[in-house]
């Protein structure tokens, strides 16, 4: 499991109990209001009037994303934005995963990017290094930004435009920092594509979501039990997305899942889902433990499209379970019996992966409870 | 064509490549992703860029749904990766025909000719027929992508030095066939076929044949596998570990040696004693490979890290068919 020990307060030690981990993610609610607070109530506005300036001035070619794990999960939510942004914009946006982007990506000269770099701690060998390589490359310290928990970083006196992540403690890796992560990057694309990035109709949006997660929190052992029930003894499972942003929840769900359960599962877009996975559902050991979720994020997606798509994974398995953010699709499928459908409310499409996230953990965690792998 | 269509970049200074295609043809493109953007393997190789150049890759589903093209400028050209053709290919095309896209930026690389009229530049890759789906036409798909790459790129397409490379490799690919039962047996007796879950393990260039393999792994082997980069591997799922962990690392370049031999003896020796096939072509690195009993090594000869995955692939192709003998998935 994945374990913190440096984050959360000293009287705390791995491992924890299950109501211990369970608190924790409660409160993840309250750390995105908090973050969100900071953000909405002016204390950032000039900055983000100072970023959008400079996105504007320098003539940046290409914004780079450049995470680890969970921090590159979620910088998915930005690809989908720039993807999906009807504006012209003149550069193009990459998310990298941090030790590829040190591998690969670093300029031998000033390229006249952005890079944002994102790291809860700030404070890790390849950000350092990446770093230090971009002001030896005379990178215009104004076009390096950083999104950290961390404000106080040593790499602080370097990265002037930092956008704090206001997490307290977190008991696992990668849950509170992933949702807030998520938000954070949703404003700062907002402000490199041209969007306001606070308005009232965005924190109005936005409070309608928090109220959406709070019923949920309320009464999340219903759902989870039915999640979990339907997972049952499974050996393998998928978790598939069918939008981009949508994939950051899938790839993370998949990690937890591995983390917590110890059993494998695979995050994986619905494209290459059906070029390769699909086909493993025909084999004849055990195909019965193979499950499956589907997170559909957006309100996008054509409802025949999805139909066709469950039931093409239908005729090769038992049971499918559906978390959806899309009201369409939702009416379709709940007419199936063999479909577990779990729907939510996204208003702001691109953070439904904190909500499939926040479905999915407890999921997670009551079954690692179930097996035992939790302290009693 | 490929001169041709060099002349047209640098005409109308085409300054983005964006690729789009479906699985294999959506991981073999990562080689034009790495070619052009990535800095440091191109300074290795001597690429001269002589002005900012870069490529986007994505799914077709992904372009169709959600990319609206409006943001990329006339300095884009759009090139659709497939071996047959498909609806969502179509549709792709149509969506820029829609936004009033130059037809002429619109490139297909594709085994069917009947395709050509949808675009302006066709490169055929001559795969022929395929009883495993992206068998022939990866590593054709692979080379018809590196070539257009150089010509994008403003460089000679085709040097005496590549075409050397290139038949070379090809004759290394086949001295490999000709013995491939020996080869594939000693390395698959190393595997065994205790254990459910193969992880492919990989950075740069050669993530496209992490990709293909974990496909063809699940899709042919009918046995569960995951691609997955260095970075996230070390990041993540390595509390899976224990004696029954089985890995194919693929490395192809010099890149962060120490990272490759930390994560062998994470997964050989510290988390358990599993069992690591290292596909490189690295002498060192091999050398650092065989001084541990639970490491396989096959080097290959291909020092290209842009033709790489090719031989990659020719090697897990015969390993997979040896697999699903003894696991009785095929007779």
Request: charged fraction near 20%.
């Amino acid at each position: 499991m994945n374990r913190n020990p440096s984050s959360f307060p000293s009287s705390f030690q791995w491992p924890f109990t299950f109501e211990q981990i369970r608190d924790d993610f409660f409160d993840e609610i309250d750390c995105l209001t908090s973050c969100a607070d900071h953000y909405f109530n002016g204390e950032f506005e000039s900055k983000f009037e100072k970023l959008r300036q400079i996105v504007v001035e320098r003539s940046i070619s290409k914004v780079f994303f450049i995470g680890n794990t969970y921090s590159y999960f979620a910088s998915q939510i930005s690809r989908q934005m720039f993807m999906e942004t009807a504006r012209k914009i003149p550069f193009s946006l990459y998310c990298v995963e941090l030790s590829e982007f040190f591998d690969y990506m670093l300029p031998s000269e000033s390229e006249g990017a952005l890079y944002i770099f994102i790291s809860k701690s700030g404070k890790s060998r390849f950000l350092k290094s990446c770093v230090d390589h971009l002001r030896l490359t005379k990178v215009d310290p104004d076009l390096i930004w950083l999104i950290t928990n961390n404000e106080n970083t040593y790499l602080s006196p370097t990265i002037q435009n930092i956008f704090q992540l206001f997490i307290p403690h977190e008991f696992v890796l990668g849950s509170k920092s992933f949702i807030n992560t998520i938000f954070v990057v949703y404003l700062t694309t907002r402000v490199i594509i041209g969007e306001k990035p606070q308005s009232t109709t965005l924190q109005a949006r936005f409070s309608r979501f928090i109220g959406d997660l709070t019923e949920y929190k309320q009464n999340w052992i219903s759902t989870t039990d039915q999640i979990v029930q339907f997972l049952s003894d499974f050996d393998n499972l998928y978790i598939i997305a069918r939008d981009p942003a949508s994939m950051a929840a899938a790839l993370l769900g998949a990690l937890h899942a591995k983390s917590f359960t110890r059993l494998l599962t695979e995050g994986i877009y619905i494209s290459h889902f059906f070029h390769g996975p699909f086909q493993i559902l025909e084999r004849k050991i055990h195909p019965q433990n193979i499950r499956i979720i589907l997170l559909i994020g957006d309100h996008t997606t054509n409802e025949s499209t999805i139909y066709r798509l469950v039931n093409l994974i239908l005729q090769r398995t038992r049971e499918i379970l559906v978390l959806s953010n899309n009201p369409g699709v939702s009416q379709i499928l709940r007419k199936n019996e063999r479909i577990i459908l779990v729907d939510f409310n996204a208003e702001i499409q691109l953070l439904a992966p904190i909500f499939e996230f926040f479905i999915l953990q407890f999921v997670f965690l009551k079954i690692a409870e179930k097996k035992e792998l939790l302290k009693k | 064509m490929l001169q041709r269509f060099r002349n047209y970049c640098e005409s109308v200074n085409i300054s983005r490549l964006i690729l789009i295609g479906h699985s294999y043809n959506y991981f073999a493109s990562l080689i034009p992703y790495y070619y052009i953007n990535s800095s440091i393997d191109a300074s290795v190789l001597q690429v001269k860029q002589v002005k900012p150049r870069e490529c986007l890759i994505f799914e077709p589903d992904e372009f169709i749904t959600y990319c609206h093209p409006y943001k990329f400028d006339e300095n884009s050209l759009f090139i659709f990766v497939t071996r047959t053709g498909s609806i969502q290919i179509n549709k792709g095309i149509e969506k820029l025909r829609k936004y009033d896209v130059d037809i002429r930026k619109i490139a297909l690389v594709s085994n069917n000719d009947n395709l050509k009229p949808l675009a302006h530049f066709f490169f055929p890759i001559f795969c022929g027929d395929e009883i495993v789906i992206g068998s022939n036409s990866f590593p054709a798909d692979i080379l018809v992508l590196y070539f257009i790459t150089r010509a994008f790129m403003n460089q000679e397409i085709i040097s005496k030095t590549i075409e050397d490379e290139i038949r070379q490799m090809i004759f290394e690919i086949k001295f490999y066939q000709q013995d491939w039962e020996f080869h594939v047996s000693s390395l698959n007796d190393f595997l065994g076929v205790d254990y459910d879950f193969l992880y492919f393990i990989s950075k740069g260039t050669s993530l496209s044949t992490a990709y293909q393999g974990a496909l063809n792994c699940k899709a042919y082997l009918r046995l569960f596998g995951e691609g997955i980069s260095f970075g996230l591997f070390l990041h993540g799922p390595f509390q899976i570990i224990d004696n029954s962990f089985r890995c194919i690392l693929l490395v192809s370049d010099e890149t962060s040696i120490e990272d490759t031999v930390n994560l062998i003896n994470l997964a050989s020796k510290k988390l358990g004693s599993g069992r690591i096939i290292l596909i490189n072509n690295n002498r060192s690195l091999s050398s650092l490979g065989r001084a541990n009993k639970n490491v396989w090594v096959f080097e290959h000869t291909t020092q290209n890290p842009f033709l790489a995955p090719i031989f990659e692939m020719v090697v897990l192709n015969y390993l997979f068919l040896d697999q699903a003998l003894r696991r009785g998935v095929i007779q």
